[in-house]
Nanobody
Framework: VQLVESGGGLVQPGGSLRLSCAASGFTFSKYRMSWVRQAPGKERELVASITNGITDYASSVKGRFTITRENAKNTVYLQMNSLKAEDTAVYFC????????WGQGTQVTVSS
């Protein structure tokens, strides 16, 4: 099983980034896919989830972030717009059904 995130980096406040998570080793389409972030000194925060086309978002990102998935490509995405300094964190991809799988994370830094 592998979850490999990409797309992180340094961006100015107000900018955008698109994260990708490529999955392998399990039946991707059956799993609830989520993005979770962790900022330094803070607990992990569930940012967004998607299952069967139904999406959920943390209130802190609603209206700015969009989660989508392409089951044919075993990939989930997180489009992040209007980024703020407080969005700075390591972003993890998570798959959940009867068990959980996690990626290694990708760093997102929002700074001028």
């Amino acid at each position: 099983v592998q979850l490999v995130e990409s797309g992180g980096g340094l961006v100015q406040p107000g900018g955008s980034l698109r994260l990708s998570c490529a999955a392998s080793g399990f039946t991707f389409s059956k799993y609830r896919m989520s993005w979770v972030r962790q900022a330094p000194g803070k607990e992990r925060e569930l940012v967004a989830s998607i299952t069967n086309g139904i999406t959920d978002y943390a209130s802190s990102v609603k209206g700015r972030f969009t989660i989508t998935r392409e089951n044919a490509k075993n990939t989930v995405y997180l489009q992040m717009n209007s980024l703020k300094a407080e969005d700075t964190a390591v972003y993890f991809c998570k798959a959940r059904l009867w068990t959980e799988y996690w990626g290694q994370g990708t760093q997102v830094t929002v700074s001028s």
